[in-house]
């Protein structure tokens, strides 16, 4: 450590002219993929704070498809910053001298960036009903980035709407499992691509969560490592993906604000008339997006290194995103199927008991003696238990009626077999979208899913007023 605080008080010394002595340089929670740092320290002009961030481990990496690497995050954040995007001063950039791997030293500002506190924070109550506005002015600024002028043409990749579809669809397929609304949305989105975009920088993450505000509005836009250049509607379809409105799904952007505020600040600063198909399409590859990106939780769980609780828990997160591409594509009537008993009512102890018991040991004991990371994988766990308890009585039920209706479409077969008949037929077109009973079929498969997963999920109280 003292060596690391060695390396850092030496940087320090070469990027700021009025630097005098390190105070403190702590490690802060967060951040999978990269290492976040506050900094303490005294210049001429008395205490500051200043933030820092670094690849993990402090080594240099090479760029990849769709992470161009902490040197071009500072680039965007500097570039949009100077376009008048609220985004903190970026000091300096690491470079070979530092021997701190790749990374950067940034001004250190304070607001609210956790999703769930924008909706609930008192300090924002007056602001709130303007953020969506705001985002819609801060996306335009973003999309209007000189790309030749700041060089970010040379470090982006272009990723046309097509090939994105196709690239998520091709990671999911990969799993080898067989997940019928998600092969259906991808067949959906293949079919309406948006015909006509002027390629721009796509910010790619801009959502609540990513954004930190306080009682004036935006303070900064966060997380910019997978920014590339695309469709700029890509960004506003994101910030209004249900799984980023916290429980509001009244309110699709953020859980904040409307539509018509966030396309209404876009054009004032931009001029566009913003497209809602256009915008409802991203909103539906973002569903898509996630639905996959959960999935691949629960695939590194299996087949990585990193074996924590959390991640087999977000794989079934997949089935929210499902919902709310019912909720999008497909809406209509859906039927709950009925809970069965959980378990031979002379046995003692019973199955469900006995998850009880570990549940509540870990939300009970576990939680009271513990902190920090710990304290939330042991909730994480306690909510995995609920799960599994939710499908002792509804998982058989479920997959019952869903065999049922696959045996209507197809005739005689197993629920794996038929599964496999119906994600095979989509993705090859042989199976059309509009094919009699098909929503039905999907909309009450992935409702009944979720029921298990997540009831209190809003995507399915959503579904449930259909």
């Not at 990513?210 to 910030?239: Q, S």
């Not at 566009?272 to 539906?284: A, G, L, R, S, Y």
């Not at 209509?332 to 046995?347: F, I, L, P, R």
Request: include cysteine.
């Amino acid at each position: 450590m003292a060596e690391f605080e060695d390396k850092v008080r030496a940087m320090l010394e070469r990027a700021l002219p009025d630097f005098r002595s390190l105070t403190k340089v702590e490690r802060l929670s967060g951040g999978a993929s990269q290492e976040t740092y506050r900094v303490e320290i005294q210049t001429s002009d008395g205490d500051q704070l200043l933030a820092m961030r670094r690849a993990p481990g402090g080594v240099k990496v090479e760029p990849v498809a769709g992470h161009p690497g902490l040197d071009v995050e500072a680039l965007l954040m500097s570039s949009a910053r100077d376009v008048g995007v609220p985004e903190p001063e970026v000091f300096h950039v690491f470079d070979d001298q530092d021997d701190l791997g790749d990374g950067f030293l940034m001004q250190w500002l304070e607001g609210i960036a956790l999703g769930a506190r924008v909706l609930r924070s008192e300090e924002l109550d007056d602001i709130r009903p303007q953020l969506a506005y705001m985002c819609g002015e801060a996306l335009a600024r973003i999309h209007q980035i000189d790309l030749q002028a700041t060089g970010l043409e040379q470090k982006l990749s272009l990723i046309e709407p097509g090939e994105y579809v196709e690239q998520t669809w091709e990671r999911y397929r990969a799993f080898n499992t067989p997940v019928p609304m998600i092969d259906y949305t991808g067949r959906w989105l293949m079919d309406n691509l948006p015909e006509n975009f002027t390629p721009a920088l796509v910010h790619n993450d801009f959502r609540n969560g990513n954004i930190m505000f306080d009682a004036n509005g935006i303070v900064a836009v966060l997380d910019w490592e997978v920014a590339h250049i695309g469709d700029p509607m890509r960004d506003l379809g994101w910030i209004c993906t249900n799984s980023w409105r916290f429980g509001r799904s009244d309110l699709p952007v953020g859980g904040f604000g409307t539509y018509e505020d966030l396309f209404a600040g876009y054009k004032s600063v931009s001029g566009i008339d913003v497209d809602p198909d256009q915008v409802k399409f991203w909103e539906v590859f973002g569903s898509f997006w996630w639905a996959i990106g959960c999935l691949g939780m629960a695939e590194h769980f299996r087949t990585g290194p990193d074996k924590t609780v959390e991640r087999p828990a977000i794989g079934r997160r997949s089935s929210e995103c499902q919902i709310d591409c019912v909720n999008l594509l497909i809406p209509g009537a859906v039927e709950q199927v009925a809970a069965q008993d959980a378990g031979n009512e002379t046995d003692m102890p019973r199955v469900d008991e006995l998850l009880i018991s570990v549940r509540d040991f870990l939300r009970n004991d576990v939680m009271a003696e513990t902190s920090g990371r710990t304290n939330f994988l042991s909730r994480v766990a306690g909510n995995s238990l609920d799960i599994v308890l939710r499908d002792t009585t509804l998982g058989e039920p479920s997959r019952q009626a869903e065999l049922q209706r696959l045996q209507g479409l197809f005739g005689k077969g197993d629920l794996n077999t038929l599964r496999w008949e119906l994600v095979n037929g989509l993705r090859q077109g042989a199976i059309a979208l509009d094919t009699p009973g098909l929503a039905e079929h999907l909309r009450n498969t992935v409702a009944n899913q979720v029921a298990i997963d997540q009831p209190k999920y809003s995507g399915l109280a959503t579904a449930l007023k259909n």
